[in-house]
């Protein structure tokens, strides 16, 4: 099919309508910093390929998902405004982020599965977009994701576990592509650029005495119940600030919890030494702003996912802390090993490492910078996929 419609003297480019389901609206800055990059590279995608991506959002707040991207957005709860969105489309995107795992709970893969599996019976094609799947711990579930799986048009995931997980599943390898995550292609803002150093210094208030101190981003949340592993977090980073002047920059990710979460370890720091400094950064709800945040660090230490994939995203030297496999497998394909887990983490090693990341970025830098590099490009095969299977879908007859 041809992608362009000739009206007179002009070329209009054909209009293919997709549906995205994931977990939006929710203002997790992780999941909405997906959606933002999935939307970027299918514009720009569409744009290559002479089509007009226009996209409709499931979110838990539609107002708000149109009014922060400009997109058209259904109530992921309301099954008739589900279906009349999958009604109205040519297809279906389910993507990205960690859809399919029972770790949050029994009735997340039944959700996603189902909606996919929704959009399948209504005879639209639909596109994996660099999921992570798993942990699957209940093998009831193992039907619902090989089902729509193999009945998808195409299937990314975002990393080699998950591939090898899918393929457990009897799904076929050879139908996998393995991608990174999304936010690897997201750019900075418009109107931001990049910095670090003293040029950090100026992103916002801080103590004259640490104004010009290295700016270390920390990024952490709540997961043990008896909160041992902040505890050993903050002993960390209290080690770090009096061996040496730093600014620590606690940069929430979920809010409210993550602030909570900074407030708490902000509070069990201790002393810090001569110059050093704690702050927590408010960013707003735009992923590209908490983006433009963490390029302004001279490192970073990370336990939220996409505080890594961001510090990925604009070269900035990080230590992460593991408390899912997907940190670990994150850092696996920049050749990383986390610094500590939930479980162990020792403040001297890790003063070390981070002094070292300060005083030597370079060395990093050289270190990884092709395996970052790699990813960005990758991180634009999946949008590249399936706008040209959409541009081949035959719309038929849709209803008004």
């Known amino acids: 099919m041809a992608s362009a419609l000739r009206t007179g003297n002009q070329t209009k480019p054909e209009v293919r309508r997709v549906v995205i389901s994931g977990y939006y609206g929710f203002r997790n800055s992780g999941d909405e910093a997906v959606l933002k990059s999935i939307l970027f590279a299918l514009a720009e995608e569409g744009k290559a390929q002479g089509v007009t991506i226009e996209p409709i959002v499931l979110s838990i707040d539609p107002a708000w998902t149109t009014q922060m991207y400009g997109v058209k957005a259904a109530h992921r709860m309301r099954l008739r405004e589900v279906i009349g969105a999958i009604r109205a489309s040519d297809g279906l995107i389910s993507g990205g982020g960690s859809l399919l795992q029972d770790a949050t709970g029994a009735l997340t893969i039944p959700y996603y599965t189902g909606v996919i599996k929704l959009a399948q019976l209504l005879r639209k094609p639909t596109f994996i977009y660099a999921q992570g799947i798993g942990p699957v711990n209940r093998r009831w579930m193992d039907p619902l994701i090989r089902g729509v799986m193999k009945r998808s048009a195409y299937v990314s995931v975002r990393d080699a576990e998950s591939a090898a997980l899918l393929g457990r599943l009897g799904v076929s390898s050879d139908r996998i592509d393995i991608v990174p995550d999304p936010v690897m292609g997201l750019p900075l803002p418009q109107d931001g650029a990049a ?9 916002g208030a801080a103590p004259q005495d640490g104004a010009q101190a290295p700016v270390v981003g920390v990024s952490l949340r709540h997961w043990r119940k008896d909160e041992a592993d902040l505890a050993r977090a903050a002993d960390a980073l209290g080690a770090l600030a009096r061996s040496r002047a730093v600014r620590l920059r606690f940069l929430p990710f979920h ?18 030494g001569p110059g050093s400094s704690a702050e927590l950064v408010d960013a707003g709800d735009d992923p590209q702003r908490m983006l433009l945040e963490v390029s302004k660090c001279d490192m970073l230490f990370g336990m939220r996912l996409h505080a890594l994939i961001y510090a990925a995203n604009q070269s900035v030297p990080m230590l992460g802390l593991s408390y899912d496999p997907k940190i670990d497998q994150f850092l696996k394909r920049l050749g990383l090993t986390a610094i500590g887990t939930t479980e162990a983490l020792d403040p001297e090693a890790f003063s070390k490492a981070a002094a070292a990341l300060i005083d030597q970025p370079e060395t990093w830098l050289a270190a990884h910078r092709a395996a970052i590099e790699q990813l960005k490009q990758e991180a634009r095969i999946p949008a590249k996929q399936i706008v040209g299977l959409l541009r081949h879908t035959n719309r038929g007859e849709r209803p008004k």
């Open 195 to 203: 910095a670090s150093g003293a040029g950090a210094a100026a992103a």
């Open 255 to 272: 809010t409210p919890s993550d602030q909570e979460t900074s407030k708490w370890v902000m509070e069990r720091l201790g002393e810090l």
